[in-house]
């Protein structure tokens, strides 16, 4: 079965700064996606970024990219110029390709934005 | 984009009573949708899975007779909670699968047992 774990519970960035949140997984598949996922307090999950698995390039949208690390088994995001609307539940997520497309979800990350 | 729309956003029953919580794709059908449940900080646990037209697949541990998952239609999925304790409170969420992308989350139902 697939694990999805993030190692670090809570962050805190200063506003304008940039923070890195973990995320490690493990598979046996190659044909995979990945995702982080923002849940503010509102509990609406959100898609922040998506990581095919067979793209060698890291994936971005705006301030937030990933570092994706494949043989690793390691995708990080990583935020730049933090604002105080990113204060967050951040959950990285796996899906396997064509195995009824259901996400593995790590434990969560809270992320806390200083200003 | 796709919406995937959850009702109620809250409900509060008394032990002993049954609740049911829909699940709509606004703009597109669903085949399969998922149901999880998240306790206060932690993490989306899948409960079952909701299948078009055929018998639901539950996660080891979850009662299929407390939680009853209906998928109707293409577009609609129920989760009725069955004679409701306290312990089943909880914030239960609904997603449905976008084919190659990422899932669509609906609002999430806050289930309160009194």
């Known amino acids: 079965a697939q694990t999805v774990t993030q190692s670090q519970p809570e962050m805190s960035v200063q506003e304008a700064e940039t923070v890195t949140l973990s995320c490690t997984y493990d598979?046996?598949?190659?044909?995979?996606?990945l995702f982080w996922y923002k849940q503010p307090p509102s509990r609406q999950m959100i898609l922040v970024i998506r990581?095919?698995?067979?793209?060698?390039q890291n994936a971005t949208e705006n301030r937030f990219s990933v570092n994706f690390q494949k043989a690793a088994k390691s995708f990080s995001l990583k935020i730049s110029d933090s604002q105080l609307g990113d204060a967050a539940m951040y959950f990285c997520?796996?899906?396997?390709?064509?195995?009824?497309?259901?996400?593995?979800f790590g434990g969560g990350t809270r992320l806390m934005v200083k200003p | 984009g796709a919406v995937v729309s959850q009702h109620p956003s809250r409900v509060i029953c008394k032990s002993g009573t049954s609740v049911k919580i829909e699940c709509r794709s606004l703009?597109?059908?669903?085949?399969?949708m998922f149901w999880y449940r998240q306790f206060p900080k932690q993490s989306l646990m899948l409960m079952a899975t909701?299948?078009?037209?055929?018998?639901?697949?539950?996660e080891q541990g979850v009662e299929k007779d407390k939680f009853l998952i209906n998928h109707a239609s293409l577009t609609l999925s129920t989760l009725t909670v069955t004679s409701a304790h306290p312990e089943d409170s909880s914030f239960y969420i609904c997603?449905?699968?976008?084919?190659?992308?990422?899932?669509?989350f609906g609002q999430g139902t806050r289930l309160t047992v009194v």
């Open positions: 909701s299948n078009e037209g055929s018998k639901a697949t539950y």
């Open positions: 703009d597109f059908q669903a085949t399969t």
């Open positions: 990581q095919e698995a067979y793209k060698q």
């Open positions: 997520a796996y899906r396997q390709n064509n195995a009824g497309n259901m996400l593995t």
């Open positions: 598979t046996s598949e190659s044909d995979y996606y």
């Open positions: 997603s449905a699968p976008w084919v190659n992308t990422e899932a669509f």
